[in-house]
């Protein structure tokens, strides 16, 4: 099984870090909260948000811009 290296902000990996506990790993934590057949975001986002689907779905392509040219940067 292959692994990959990826950024992480902080409070991202402090809300993944709080989910993993000492028999499970960051990729155990990940694949759960990705199960396919989990078809809500509740497990990605924080439970009572008021962001709509379509806002999440905005913010995460401001996201995806961002992280492209960060990595054009890198290149």
Do not use: C, H, P, Q
């Amino acid at each position: 099984m292959g692994s990959k290296t990826i950024s992480l902000k902080d409070e991202a990996y402090e809300r993944l870090k709080a989910l993993k506990t000492d028999d499970k790993s960051f990729s155990d934590v990940v694949l759960e909260l990705t199960k396919e057949e989990t078809k809500n975001f509740e497990n990605l986002v924080e439970i009572g948000t008021d962001a709509s689907v379509e806002e999440l779905i905005k913010m995460r392509r401001e996201e995806s811009f961002t992280d492209e040219e960060r990595e054009k940067l890198l290149r």
